[in-house]
C-alpha cells in the first residue's frame, strides 16, 4: 500500500521568499516520487520526479527536490518565489514493481504575495 | 510534445442525461486514466485502462463507465448525471512497461449538472 500526505492546504509567501512544499509518503516497497503543478484553468504538468537516482532533483522553473529515505519525506522548494508560482501543486508516489496507478496527496496551493 | 486533448472545457447538462466525455492522445501511450478533482480531495481515480479494450476501476467507479475501442481514445461515460457529479474531471496518458512513467495530462472539463 501507497499513500501521500501534504502538509498544509494552503501555503503563502511573499515574492522573493522561500517557498516549501511538504510532502511525506508512505510505501513498504522503494518508491518513485512526483512533483506536478496546476496552474488554473489547466490541467498537470510535471515539475519533477525521483526515480532513485540522484536524491536530489532539480525540475522545471528554479524548482527542487530531496528524497529522505529516513524521513520518508519528499519536500518541495524554491529560493525565490516569483508571482507566476501561484498553482496548485501535488505530490504522488507510486511504488516500485506495483501498478502503474499513482496516489496522489490532496494538493496544495501557493498563493504568493506582492 | 505530448499532446492529451479532452473534447470540451466546460460543459452544463442536466440531471439524468447520458454524458460522454472524450480524452485522444497523440503518443501512443498504452496507460491512460480518468480522474476527478475536487476541492480539498484532490485527485481520485476513477477508471483505469492498460490496453484497448483494457480497463480496471479505480477509486471512485460507481456512476461511471469507461470505453477504449481506440489506442489513443478514453471515454468517460456518466450513464444518468446526478448533481454530486459536478465536478473538473481530468484525463491523463503515460507509457506502459515502467512505474517511473510521467503522466501527462489534458486540460480538464468543468462540468455542471444541473
Known amino acids: 500500500a501507497q499513500s501521500v500526505t501534504q502538509l498544509g492546504s494552503h501555503v503563502s509567501v511573499s515574492e522573493g521568499a522561500l517557498v516549501l512544499l511538504r510532502c511525506n509518503y508512505s510505501?513498504?516497497?522503494?518508491?518513485?516520487l512526483f512533483w506536478y503543478v496546476q496552474y488554473p484553468n489547466q490541467g498537470l504538468q510535471l515539475l519533477l520526479k525521483y526515480t532513485s537516482a540522484a536524491t536530489l532533483v532539480k525540475g522545471i522553473n528554479g524548482f527542487e527536490a530531496e528524497f529522505k529515505k529516513s524521513e520518508t519525506s519528499f519536500h518541495l522548494t524554491k529560493p525565490s518565489a516569483h508571482m507566476s508560482d501561484a498553482a496548485e501543486y501535488f505530490c504522488a508516489v507510486r511504488a516500485s514493481g506495483g501498478s502503474y496507478i499513482p496516489t496522489f496527496g490532496r494538493g496544495t496551493s501557493l498563493i504568493v504575495h506582492p | 510534445d505530448v499532446k492529451v486533448t479532452q473534447s470540451s472545457r466546460y460543459l452544463v447538462k442536466r440531471t439524468g442525461e447520458k454524458v460522454f466525455l472524450e480524452c485522444v492522445q497523440d503518443m501512443d501511450h498504452e496507460n491512460m486514466f480518468w480522474y476527478r478533482q475536487d476541492p480539498g480531495l484532490g485527485l481520485r481515480l476513477i477508471y483505469f485502462?492498460?490496453?484497448?479494450?483494457?480497463?480496471e476501476k479505480g477509486d471512485i467507479p460507481e456512476g461511471y463507465s469507461v470505453s477504449r475501442e481506440k489506442k489513443e481514445r478514453f471515454s468517460l461515460i456518466l450513464e444518468s448525471a446526478s448533481t454530486n457529479q459536478t465536478s473538473m474531471y481530468l484525463c491523463?496518458?503515460?507509457?506502459?512497461?515502467?512505474?517511473?512513467?510521467?503522466?501527462?495530462f489534458g486540460p480538464g472539463t468543468r462540468l455542471l449538472v444541473l
Open positions: 510505501s513498504s516497497v522503494p518508491p518513485y
Open positions: 485502462s492498460y490496453d484497448v479494450k483494457m480497463k
Open positions: 491523463a496518458s503515460s507509457f506502459g512497461g515502467r512505474q517511473q512513467e510521467t503522466q501527462y
